[in-house]
């Protein structure tokens, strides 16, 4: 089993929709959990950061982690078809530990 | 602001030839790690570098090394290339006291 699972879609929206993107997880060490968008053939660009549980919203984005349930979401209010692009989670147990990632997610926004 | 920047951006070689990518990380940012990530898969860890000393250790094949220079630059050298070689590598950065990592829009290796 692999240490972070990520749903690989793709998930189609229409624009305006809201969309729920979320990782679950196996290591309870995990402190740092970030969000990163990928569009294709691009490197992936940190969206949000979040240490330990609980929310954090940035614009239009939010953030969620409850490491209780070991699960981590991320919000998308009024999607725009720019935000068609993979969606990775990734986590790490400490500020010295490199990144596991999720597969990651691809979300279609249509217009 | 500046980013991670890497070095090319694309190049194609040919199985069993050596190949040289070079990573310039945010300024003041003091370490270094190096992703591969191959088509429809996410980013698997290579290695990475803090202070120019190798931190952490990844999937990097034998046939791999990399280095971190006193400008805190990185190379990731590649030899006696395979078909499954060809990838996405990605270099990313953070600081040592930060826990966000930032990574450069990657180079594409083509092997053929």
């Known amino acids: 089993q692999k240490e972070v699972e990520q749903d690989p879609g793709p998930l189609s929206v229409p624009e305006g929709a809201i969309v729920s993107l979320n990782c679950t997880y196996s290591?309870?060490?995990?402190?740092?959990f970030m969000w990163y968008r990928q569009y294709s053939r691009k490197g992936p660009e940190l969206l949000m950061y979040?240490?330990?549980?609980g929310n954090k919203e940035d614009g239009r984005f939010t953030a969620q982690v409850d490491k209780s349930s070991k699960y981590i979401s991320l919000f998308i209010r009024d999607s725009q078809p720019s935000d068609s692009a993979t969606y990775l989670c990734?986590?790490?147990?400490?500020?010295?530990?490199?990144?596991?990632f999720g597969k990651g997610t691809m979300l279609l926004v249509s217009p | 602001a500046a980013g991670v920047i890497q070095s090319p951006r694309h190049l194609i070689k040919e199985k069993r030839e050596t190949a040289t990518l070079k990573c310039y990380p945010i300024?003041?940012?003091?370490?270094v790690y190096w992703y591969q990530q191959g088509p429809g898969q996410d980013p698997q860890f290579l290695i990475s570098?803090?202070?120019?000393?190798?931190?952490d250790k990844g999937s990097i094949p034998d046939r791999f090394s990399a280095q971190q220079f006193s400008d805190y630059h990185s190379e990731l050298n590649m030899s006696s290339l395979e078909l499954g070689d060809s990838a996405l590598y990605f270099c990313?950065?953070?600081?040592?006291?930060?826990?966000?990592?930032?990574f450069g829009e990657g180079s594409w290796l083509t092997v053929v």
């Open positions: 990313a950065s953070s600081s040592r006291a930060g826990n966000t990592i930032y």
């Open positions: 290591n309870s060490a995990f402190q740092y």
């Open positions: 979040t240490y330990s549980s």
């Open positions: 990734a986590m790490k147990n400490s500020g010295y530990s490199t990144l596991t």
């Open positions: 300024p003041r940012h003091d370490t």
């Open positions: 570098f803090y202070e120019k000393m190798q931190s």
